[in-house]
């Protein structure tokens, strides 16, 4: 396979935990390339140690994205093979890179994918969901505000988000004050020793992390809602009109059971003509 190998730029994929999730093709690739871009050289020293490679380091992280384009272009421009590495799973993906891909494509040279582990397919290969379909948005954001604003933003979809371990319970308390019906899936230590996966609804998942630990890397999907129009819930309002509910508890019975929008809700049920 060795002499496969050009001169171009392979974003290799690497474990996310378990050092045996490490492909044949990335294991030749980092045998053989010139040199290997990493965001931490010790971290993947680790993983070169393992498989007895001996390949130069080079760091290339976020803080050093812009300033190092230049060098590793040159090494392409001598006819080097490069491999470009994070400290786990894919490259790009909620990882540096970016800048560096944009700028060897520029100069016209090969960006070449090996393919293996992220944290995110890793997810979603081992938990079954409404649809295919999914949407990633790498880390949710910090504040209050904008996580609600991406939640409900994103409530008819399957949201896939990385999150740290201190900020989970907020965000896990955001998620309950918007959609207190909501399903999500906690993915934490993904392919570790301490793998486990939890599927429930916001609450349930709340109450086990109040008497459970929570460390580790930790990966997320809020489960999509079932869209509104699937449900007719012009039909139910009409309905629970007919028994005379008030708007007030139509919008939270159908809020509640369906996760649908309370104020939308509302909105209906004020412009609902008889
Ligand atoms: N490039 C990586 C990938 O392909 O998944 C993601 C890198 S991002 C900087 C790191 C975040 O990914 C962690 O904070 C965590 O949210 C998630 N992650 C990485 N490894 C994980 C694992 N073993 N289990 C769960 N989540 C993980």
Do not use: W
């Amino acid at each position: 396979m060795a002499n496969s190998i050009i001169s171009a730029l392979y974003c290799v994929a690497t474990p996310i935990g378990n050092l045996d999730d490490i492909t044949l093709r990335a294991l030749d690739v980092l045998k053989n390339v010139d040199i290997i871009a990493a965001e931490d050289t010790r971290t993947t020293q680790v993983l070169l140690n393992k498989y007895s490679i001996t390949t130069k380091l080079l760091s290339y992280h976020k803080f050093s994205e812009s300033s190092r384009v230049e060098l590793f272009l040159n090494y392409l421009k001598e006819g080097k093979k490069i491999a470009l590495v994070s400290d786990a799973g894919t490259p790009l993906i909620s990882d540096p890179g970016n800048i560096l891909v944009e700028a060897v494509i520029k100069e016209g040279f090969r960006v070449i994918p090996i393919p293996g582990p992220s944290a995110i397919t890793t997810l979603l290969s081992a938990v079954s969901r409404q649809d295919e379909d999914f949407k990633f948005i790498g880390f949710i954001d910090r504040t209050k505000n904008k996580i609600k604003e991406t939640i409900i933003k994103n409530n008819c979809e399957n949201l896939v988000f990385y999150e740290s371990p201190m900020r989970l319970k907020d965000t896990l308390n955001v998620i309950l004050e918007t959609y207190p019906n909501k399903k999500i899936t906690i993915a934490r230590e993904l392919t570790k020793k301490f793998e486990q996966i939890i599927t429930d609804n916001i609450k349930e998942v709340i109450e086990y992390y109040e008497n459970n630990t929570l460390k580790g890397e930790i990966a997320v999907l809020l489960h999509k809602t079932v869209q509104e129009n699937e449900v007719d819930i012009d039909e139910k309002i009409k309905k629970l009109k007919a028994l005379k509910l008030k708007d007030k508890d139509i919008s939270s019975v159908l809020s509640e059971l369906y996760n649908v929008n309370r104020n939308l809700v509302y909105k209906k049920c004020l412009d609902f003509k008889h």
